[in-house]
């Protein structure tokens, strides 16, 4: 754990200027001191007034000599190193209480895991996309130059990459506007309008989507409470299902595509109030329209109705 | 002063309710509401919807005289709408009628004309169900039933699905798509308006009016 912050940091000069600072500061109370007592008694005016003077110089010089060895000292301090792995979660090493909460070590324990895994995990589904588990006879991507490459890391995807895919599949569908805000650091949260039936509220972590909330199209997505007056039970149910689809959707080293598949899926709510159950031909059951869209086919079928 | 306030409008369909063959019209209300229950709907609490008639005073002989009906619904009760019948109309603050009062010169208020539909209020999933008795001159005239669909604004998208659920509780009184939606010039699928819901309300109790003329044989 030391060793993170303390890179580019000069241990010995550190204690040295550590030093030098006292010594600055005995030497500037001197001088203050040295100001309040006055002149020392002594046989005449002009003999006090020099040793006065000669005393005040010397305090002066000790006070300059000791800024110099800081200023020398400081330059070779070094400072620690510009990109904390952790950007402000780095500031929690700073907590002088390690014993009773240890957090920093734990997270950086936890990310070191996770970076691990995910490491694993990209190395084991090359692996296995090689030998193609389909029993069909058409292999497919088995030559060792169609192999997907393995991203270094799809969770940190620069910002204009993730503007650029998002702008793309927005331009794909006309019916389907989406506006991209970051309010909080590099995370995308995308408002989603579809037609004039139903808002999504779609939050990114880099390309890959972490949550959705439906609302409706009258209502307002802007205000910060974000309360609604009725619960729209229709809406709480299109949420649910998009959470389900968002699990669904899950492709580590393609995530457009999975962003496109799951855009896609949405869209197919266009007509949510026009379309009877693929099932029982009903429009309504149990009070809410054909809410479930096949992740397939994108048929709609009531909630009851898709077993 | 008038100021326009911000509502949020859904899909409104009013309808009358013819009265029950040799039932009363408190009884058949209690059909409904039995109805209702049996299908699952909550009750949640009381609505009423009232209406009054201004004339015109002032015009040139030969014209007919314009009304201007002044309503006010227990959904928005810090409001008026006021609108002429197939005319504009607009929403201003509760002190339109204050406004009307000062404008006795210009607009003579018709008192014996004063029509309100009041009733309980009931919710099923997302939609809302009002059902009221229609009264003029204190004496139930007809039934009044508007079912509101929170959760669509587009009329021409979720009509089927209204007249689904009106069907399952209201069988064969079911009305059509209200003209309000098709006589607009955007079309059915233009988003709603606040005044469509009172527009709908407005014809209902023209009707009614109408009727209370046929039962007085004549006599006004």
Redesign the interface.
């Known amino acids: 754990m030391a060793d993170v912050m303390n890179v580019g940091v000069n241990l010995e000069a550190f204690s040295q200027a550590i030093n030098a600072i006292q010594a600055l500061r005995s030497s500037v109370t001197r001088v203050f001191d040295s100001l309040k007592d006055g002149m020392k008694n002594k046989e005449t005016l002009e003999g006090r007034e020099k040793v006065f003077i000669t005393e005040f110089q010397d305090n002066l010089q000790s006070v300059n000599r000791d800024l110099n060895e800081l200023e020398r000292l400081s330059t070779l301090v070094g400072r620690p190193s510009e990109s904390h792995p952790l950007h402000n979660s780095g500031l929690l090493s700073l907590d002088p209480v390690q014993d009773k909460t240890p957090l920093y070590s734990q997270l950086l324990q936890a990310y070191k895991w996770s970076n691990k895994l995910q490491y694993h995990a990209g190395l084991a589904s090359s692996l296995l996309n090689q030998q193609s588990l389909k029993r069909s006879a058409n292999q497919m991507g088995t030559s060792a130059k169609r192999r997907p490459k393995v991203q270094p890391s799809t969770l940190a995807l620069p910002t204009q990459y993730v503007d650029d895919v998002i702008s793309r599949i927005g331009r794909m569908f006309p019916d389907m506007s989406i506006e991209l805000f970051r309010p909080n650091g590099t995370s995308a949260v995308l408002l989603v309008t579809l037609g004039k039936v139903l808002k999504a509220i779609v939050v990114m972590r880099s390309l890959f989507i972490d949550r959705t909330i439906v609302r409706g199209y009258h209502e307002n997505v802007y205000s910060e409470d974000g309360k609604v007056k009725h619960i729209i039970t229709l809406h709480v149910q299109v949420t649910d299902h998009a959470t389900t689809a968002l699990l669904h959707y899950q492709l580590p080293q393609m995530p457009d595509v999975v962003v496109r598949s799951f855009m896609t899926w949405l869209r197919s709510y266009i007509k949510l109030f026009q379309t009877p159950c693929q099932r029982c031909g009903k429009y309504l059951q149990e009070g809410l329209p054909p809410t479930w869209r096949d992740f397939r086919t994108l048929e709609a079928f009531h909630d009851t109705c898709r077993q | 002063m008038v100021c326009v306030c911000v509502c949020?409008?859904?899909c409104v369909s009013v309808c009358q309710v013819p009265v029950a063959e040799g039932k009363s019209v408190q009884q058949t209300v209690d059909m409904l509401h039995k109805k209702l229950e049996q299908l699952?709907a909550v009750k949640q609490g009381n609505f009423w919807v009232d209406c009054e008639t201004y004339q015109a005073t002032g015009n040139a002989t030969g014209q007919p005289t314009k009304l201007l009906y002044v309503m006010h619904n227990s959904e928005t009760p810090l409001s008026s709408m006021a609108l002429f019948e197939g005319g504009p109309g607009l929403t201003a603050d509760a002190n339109f009628d204050v406004l009307m009062v000062k404008l006795k010169s210009h607009f003579q208020n018709a008192k014996g004309h004063k029509v309100e539909s009041r009733g309980t209020r009931y919710r099923?999933?997302?939609?809302l169900v009002k059902i009221g008795t229609v009264a003029m001159s204190s004496s139930a005239r007809g039934i009044s039933v508007e079912v509101e669909y929170?959760?669509?604004?587009?009329p021409g998208?979720?009509w089927?699905?209204m007249k689904?659920?009106m069907q399952s509780f209201l069988g064969s009184s079911t009305p059509e798509l209200p003209a309000v939606f098709t006589s607009k010039a955007e079309g059915l699928?233009a988003?709603v308006d606040c005044m469509d819901t009172m527009s709908q309300y407005l014809e209902l109790f023209g009707k009614v009016r109408k009727q209370q003329v046929l039962a007085g044989s004549g006599v006004r």
């Open positions: 949020v409008c859904v699952g099923y999933c997302d939609f929170c959760a669509c604004v587009i998208d979720c089927n699905l689904e659920f699928y988003p």
